[in-house]
Every structure is written in structure tokens, then in C-alpha cells.
């Protein structure tokens, strides 16, 4: 096999993987709190801790012929919407929900939350949404949530909810539904002060369809020149394989 084939299908491989981030940031356009990804290729040998935050330990490398792969998660804000709903929150700014998981604590963006049978603040999956002093427990009456995150029944304050920030969000890693753990390089940091809690909205995912659409037109024709060239490849191997050697 010569080495051009090599080289085209290293860069095949490289955009069906870019195409699969792409079809999942479209797949969750509708999904509350998401964060999408993006695709990052990494050229030097020593990257930028400035331009490229993940441990190079992370970074996968698909070919010696293709340059190391890897995602990174876009944690800008995505729209607000209204639902009216009091224990639908948004968080505008910096900083994530913290939940507690069996597996520990874990952090969020999507604030639809309810009340389980006991009347703790959860999570749509039953995980309890932590305030500064544990979990949240609201009695039967108005519920009422500032921006500073205290929550008050009846005009009598019960909690605060527990906003968390990182100062390097690149220790953060998606653990489904969501939900984010936090790697030891992920120092937390004192909760921003422009950050504020709007109650009755939700914070959508904050994914462009405009854009990803695009970039998934532009991957796919990427791809598709891909495997030309390596049917290309193939056909002139296969014919000098065939005809070198026949006498005329």
C-alpha cells in the first residue's frame, strides 16, 4: 500500500470523527443546559497550555500520518428561555449547579429541577441539588428564588443553592444527562460576582445550527475527497500490480 493511501485514509478517519462531534451538538440542539464540543487537532509538538487546555496524555492519536485528535467542551452560555415553572432555574454567567451522585459531586448547567417525595430539590433523575449547607428541603407554599440563589417558602428563606466555578474548566469532563465531573486539575474558584440565578427560565444548549450545519457539510465533502483519493490509490496499485511484468 503506498503511503499517499496511508495519509488519505488518516485524514478520512480524522473527519469521520469530526463528523460524529458534529452530529451530536445537532442530535442535543434541544436539550437544556448542553455544552457542546468542538474538534482540535493538535500541530506542535509542545501545544500552547494557552490555546490548546487539554493534558496531552487526553490528546488520541489516530495515525502516525494524521495529527493527534481530541475535543474540546464549549462551556459559553446558550439562550434563555421563560417556563414560568418556580423551580426552573438558569444560572446567568459563570458557574455550574452542584448535585450530589452516588458517585459523588457532580455539577450542572440544566436547572430543571422538582421535588422528590420527601420534598428535596432533585434533579430530573431523582439527584439532590445541593445548597450551601446540603440538600434543599421545601415545605408546601410559594417557592421563591433571588438572584443571589437563596430560596425562601412563604417568605421565609430554607437554603441557598451551592454555585460552583472552576478556575480551569478543562479538568471538567461530561459524565452524561448533563452532568460534569471534576478531574484534579479542576481547582474550584470563588463564586463570580456578576453571577445570578433567574428563576421560572431554563438555559438552552448552545449549539449554533446555522454553523454546525455548515461544518458538517464542509466534513462530509472532506471526507468524500478522502476516499477518492485513496480509490485512486487503490486503482493505480492495482494496476501497475497487474501490468508490471507483462511481456509485450
Known amino acids: 500500500m503506498s503511503g499517499g493511501m496511508y495519509l488519505a485514509a488518516a485524514g478520512a478517519l480524522v473527519q469521520q470523527l469530526r463528523l460524529e462531534v458534529l452530529s451530536n451538538n445537532l442530535a442535543n440542539i434541544n436539550t ?9 487537532f493538535q500541530i506542535p509538538e509542545e501545544p500552547d497550555p494557552q490555546v ?13 500520518y494524521a495529527p493527534p485528535f481530541t475535543t474540546e467542551i464549549d462551556f459559553s452560555q446558550g439562550g434563555i428561555r421563560q417556563t414560568g415553572n418556580a ?59 433571588d438572584t443571589e440563589g437563596a430560596v425562601y417558602v412563604n417568605g421565609d428563606e430554607v437554603g441557598r443553592l451551592q454555585i460552583t466555578d472552576f478556575l480551569d474548566r478543562g479538568g471538567l469532563k ?5 452532568r460534569f465531573i471534576a ?19 431554563l438555559e438552552g444548549a ?10 458538517m457539510i464542509e466534513t462530509s465533502r472532506a471526507f468524500e475527497a478522502y476516499q477518492k483519493v485513496i480509490q485512486t490509490a487503490d486503482e493505480a496499485t492495482a494496476k501497475s500490480i497487474n501490468d508490471v511484468g507483462k511481456t509485450a
Open 87 to 145: 423551580l426552573d432555574l438558569a444560572i446567568n454567567g459563570d458557574g455550574f449547579f452542584s448535585i450530589q451522585t452516588p458517585d459523588g459531586v457532580q455539577y450542572t448547567r440544566q436547572g430543571s429541577f422538582t421535588l422528590d417525595g420527601e420534598g428535596v430539590l432533585v434533579t430530573s433523575d431523582g439527584y439532590p441539588v445541593l445548597g450551601e449547607g446540603g440538600e434543599i428541603t421545601l415545605e408546601e407554599g410559594t417557592v421563591e428564588i
Open 183 to 201: 478531574s484534579e486539575t479542576a481547582v474550584p474558584a470563588e463564586r463570580p460576582e456578576r453571577t445570578t440565578v433567574s428563576q421560572g427560565v
Open 206 to 215: 448552545n449549539v449554533n445550527p446555522v454553523r454546525a450545519m455548515t461544518e
Open 174 to 178: 461530561k459524565a452524561g444527562n448533563g
Open 32 to 40: 437544556v443546559g448542553y455544552k457542546s464540543e468542538r474538534s482540535l
Open 52 to 64: 490548546f487546555e487539554t493534558p496531552i496524555e487526553a490528546v488520541q492519536s489516530l495515525s502516525p
